[in-house]
């Protein structure tokens, strides 16, 4: 209980300031080649240090796979893997161990445990998406090799990527630190971050994620709509606040007869404000969603906040964080989106007899 | 696989036109004396025909408990239950057995499975949701008393509920038929349902949840956290487009400083943009969302469309259908809630020694 | 949870003197035309009042299907299906309210939910398995045609079916009541039943089960092994005390040189101690168990007791009971395996890339 | 899915060769000061190389755990951990990398898979049940501490342990190597494996395991029994052929006048042929039951076989295999109990409300 993923399962433990992270990915086909160089350039984008504007912790964040892949192939049994860590043991947690950080998760960790790794955010820290990066990375290459699925950074705090994705060349998302492929937009997301900062501030924003040339057909129609498990993945991830697909919350001002995406006569629509899903099932047009995150937790300033006693303390983010999450979460969307597909297109094998 | 809830769990089935909807809930606790009239209460909010500005079709609605039940309470087994359908039979619907309506998912339980109900959308029709409203309505009456889950219509097209959530009274919001707390509002919202109707066309908008006397605590730190869950659950609804919690889309705006939610010495917090959600776990705040629903479907006007051998065909509804399903998609909302909560309630029990 | 199945699920409801029984199917594919008559078939051998050696309790357990099949095929969507009790209102069953039967789960009930529905044994009562016949015998339609399920009782008492599966004809096994394939060990066992009818005793016995013509590669490595589900499936009727497959508490005596299965060049293998099972998978050959069931608890004479206080009491069964449940039990065996194998068989389909 | 426990999960990964074993467990309460020496004495007792009748390969087996446990304590976070293979890259194993061994896995991997590690029988290796023992044995510490778990080997080929477990003294088990309480008999059981060693043979047998002071309610009623959840654990170990609770197959000979447990006004039984478990539900009284191992399938005795070309080869046996699992799989069987236990345990507090 507790995994992700219905038929293919992901486990997963690690703490911030613990020996590792790692996972267990069961029910992996076998036979497939992997390919381990796909796995590391998405770590590789989600680390930290890769930029300016990203926390400067260094992590070398190479995954090491234990089992369930047998000379370079998936043998259909359990696929366990690490992601040590490197940068653990250098701080001194102790004079956080009582505090409760304001938007952190201290507090309620207390009140269900009454216990808790304070180091470093222990559980509740962002570095569990290390495993999910992982996990997705296979899962994507599980999927026919013309699904393509594409996230960017679509908004920075008020500056928004204005153009519709189809007009964007996703090529360029890579080639600024933002992530954002349209060039002047990305420019202004960077200013930006970079401003916040030097305040020591942070800031939040959306991540488009778009996934082109899925067949017809992925998604179950009552309790595994492919939304809803692509809304519950999102939703897991740390700082996500809100997930909307298709026409979203844009759709809900409009009406029925501007909303209907009429069918053309080989079953593609003119338009797509379903965002490529009816009734939880993918209908081979693009899927397309959004998610929102908020600002990250800690600042480098200092806050009014309490202790587990109820003692009022001022608590200060010191040394390296993230001004915004957003560049190093692009790929977790993607890979998170590639799970929730791959469970859902090995599901859909078993569907007819 | 694919049932509702993880240690709760709700199996359902029915079509629009076969004999019955019904379900079946495990693991409910032992001993609970259920209130029946608060079940046929929201099943009397969501059924068709209980106002000018919803569906005029009749159902009364009932539900009849199977099993699970002993002298007026639970006893912990398997909790079967039915609503047969009263008016499934009149239709003749093979006019739309081969059409593809806009929007809906005949083309994709098409592709999916190769063969479907057509009668009334079968299994992708939304009486699907009377099941949960049934599961969901009991499975509130586990929670403790004073935790208060309430919804109401916060938007239709672009008639908004400006006021925020605390300076509305909840007791008005089944004074009006559109179910918003604010009169000024609700009758904007009424007249615009009503001229839609006229038009025979449909509208969407949203809705807002809030929950109010949560205990902290509820909610898992990983796979199940309770945005997460109840993101899922909300994109469930059949005409679901999106969800946020707390500050949501708004507060991928904002910056740390401003989002940052200070605790009091008693360790509520000063402001509350985190939705009384830290960590996928509960604060003892107020949890608050809301639900972007797209227009209904089904318009009460010719639509150029195709059949199943993509032959161009005029589809066209008639009859009684929704012009708006918010007022109804109130109920449901709060019962999806209440499955989430009662789920991760009954789980928190387990979670210390 | 506590559902049956891992991909393909079966959620079940009834109490003995309740309205109904029923059940939910998830996930069975679409497309498949349901022969009917073989439902109904095993529901008649599983039926009470079927011979002079079973109960003769009037059922006539005819299964109404409510969704999932349209013009007599699967659609792929739950399979939700009821089967109303007809005799259950006759009696008054105040004076066992309280009392603790010897061997019924009446104490323990009432120890795990303080509350328990004492009707007929409530849900405690084997009439549960009316519900696993009917999902067993729709999950058997799903393996490919050759898949042969075949029980048989082969014991009663000290009256045991001497000879090895192999040598009996197993289309004698409905020839007679015990459902025995041996003509001359069933006479005698039918002897034995009415002998102890007539001492309203009861009496225990095996049910062997054999599987030919299952294809390689069914069951899972690690926690899904064939022999594990068939266990847990067989372990959850209500009398039954052991499982063993292939050579069994046997097979526990021997040696490794005289225990292993030689491989033929074909990749049969000359003896079948392995029971067509080899780490967890089958391999093509036989697939065969055998199941004990203790005694039915419910015998017509008087038994010292306690009630639900401690005082002592006597309870005497009445009425219409079974002498031996084995006749009734060989369906419900064939069922649970069905549906454990077309369960497996499925989840092979995504096993490989 | 295919991970062992319901709420409380484990996912195990691993194979014989490979790098490391490990696993997650999840859903483990926090708060529990854990108790590393009894997690290390199971894993010792399990061990490779421990006495002259068991494998003398070496293995230190330590476990390091890599999270959910913090200054000594479980955070209800998940529990990762890993045990390093010491011993796997010594051998040359390309000379078996086509065989298909007797009564070995190594065909029907290839037929479910197409692809399998064959190093020392990779993922069919029983060296996965090392990480059974990690989990069981720290979900034990979750039982009350009066519950009481205990195996020994009640037979070894056709030497029997006749006395009742009653009248065993267990804290003998382990005066001896092959861990049956009574000396005599251990003592022959000693002689019949040293010889089969020498013959290069193999030997099966049989363990007991009671479970004393279990309080009655554990277990649920209908797909969850305990002797269902238990049967399925034990059948999930390597060599397993059986498994019988309480009368077991012995019970299938009995009469019900006979069998029937009558109760003690202190709701105990005078006898306890149920074994504990009356309706799926433990009643109080101890819970028993025997588990049959066939014997190893790899003998030091050459053994005709295929390739899985079909080609006639010989096969045998090298090194340092087990002439019998048994002494070794008596923690393996207390293990998995504990850990059946402690998940229907912690279910338990949700089933009243």
């Not at 930006?192 to 942070?202: A, D, F, L, P, S």
């Amino acid at each position: 209980m507790f995994n992700f993923g219905n038929f293919l399962t992901l486990s997963t433990f690690g703490e911030s300031h613990g020996i590792a992270f790692g996972g267990i990915i069961n029910n992996f086909p076998a036979g497939l080649e992997i390919d381990f160089e796909a796995v590391q350039y998405q770590l590789d984008r989600r680390k930290p240090g890769q930029s300016a504007i990203v926390t400067q912790r260094k992590e070398s964040d190479t995954v090491k796979f234990l089992s369930g892949i047998f000379e370079g192939k998936t043998t259909g049994t359990p696929i366990g893997f690490l992601i040590e860590n490197e940068n653990q043991k250098s701080k001194d947690y102790d004079h956080i161990s009582t505090a409760y950080r304001p938007s952190h998760a201290d507090f309620t960790y207390d009140q269900k445990f009454g216990i808790r790794d304070y180091r470093g955010g222990g559980k509740s820290s962002a570095r569990e998406t290390v495993n999910w990066v992982v996990a997705g990375s296979l899962a994507k290459q599980l999927l026919p090799k013309k699904v393509e699925i594409t996230a960017y950074v679509s908004s920075v705090g008020d500056i928004f990527c204005e153009k519709p994705y189809q007009e964007l060349d996703f090529s360029k998302i890579d080639s600024n630190n933002v992530r954002c492929p349209d060039s002047a937009t990305a420019e202004k997301m960077i200013s930006k971050i970079k401003e916040i900062k030097k305040e020591g501030n942070t800031i939040g924003g959306t991540i488009t994620c778009v996934i082109k040339n899925l067949p017809a057909g992925i998604g179950e129609p009552v309790f595994g709509k492919l939304q809803a498990e692509l809304a519950k993945a999102m939703l897991s991830i740390n700082a996500a606040k809100g997930f909307e697909y298709g026409s979203g919350f844009c759709g809900a001002t409009m009406t029925g007869k501007d909303h209907n995406d009429l069918f053309n006569e080989n079953f593609t629509t003119q338009t797509n404000l379903s965002g490529g899903v009816q009734g939880g099932i993918s209908n081979g047009m693009d899927v397309y969603f959004r998610v929102a995150f908020k600002p990250v937790a800690t600042i480098l300033r200092p806050q009014k906040s309490v202790d587990k006693d109820g003692n009022s303390i001022i608590v200060e983010g010191k040394g390296r964080h993230d001004p915004c999450v957003l560049p190093r979460a692009v790929p977790i969307v993607e890979s998170l989106a590639s799970f929730v597909l791959a469970d859902l297109f090995l599901i859909n094998r078993m569907r007819r007899i």
